[in-house]
Nanobody
Framework: QVQLVESGGGLVQPGGSLRLSCAASGSISSINAMGWFRQPPGKGREFLAAISRSGDSTYYADSVKGRFTISRDNAKNTVYLQMNSLKPEDTAVYYC??????????????WGQGTQVTVSS
């Protein structure tokens, strides 16, 4: 009932920046907590960042803390991931996900289709 569509991926040089977007649409217009995940080639999918419905609470994985910033614009039903100081190790398919933030814990439901990010010189 809710569709998530990622965009903004592409090829970027090491040290560069990229901004990903995740637009939500469907019968449920109001989205809840949102998160970003990624899957490097040949590896499993890993958590990157999360943001509560109101945007007043965020959480980051150690691998991206200080470099990536998650934000949202609820009027547009869109979540963003600003990625700075990119490294070749950041090369992966990036996914957004919808869920809930309750009792100090995050739970996840729907996945987007993903967008490719390649960091190379």
């Amino acid at each position: 009932q809710v569709q998530l569509v990622e965009s903004g991926g592409g090829l970027v040089q090491p040290g560069g920046s990229l901004r990903l977007s995740c637009a939500a649409s469907g019968s449920i217009s109001s989205i809840n907590a949102m998160g970003w995940f990624r899957q490097p080639p040949g590896k499993g999918r890993e958590f990157l960042a999360a943001i509560s419905r109101s945007g007043d609470s965020t959480y980051y994985a150690d691998s991206v803390k200080g470099r990536f910033t998650i934000s949202r614009d609820n009027a547009k039903n869109t979540v963003y991931l600003q990625m700075n100081s990119l490294k070749p190790e950041d090369t992966a398919v990036y996914y957004c996900r919808e869920g809930e933030h309750m009792y100090g814990s995050w739970s996840w439901r729907r996945w987007g289709q993903g967008t490719q990010v390649t960091v190379s010189s």
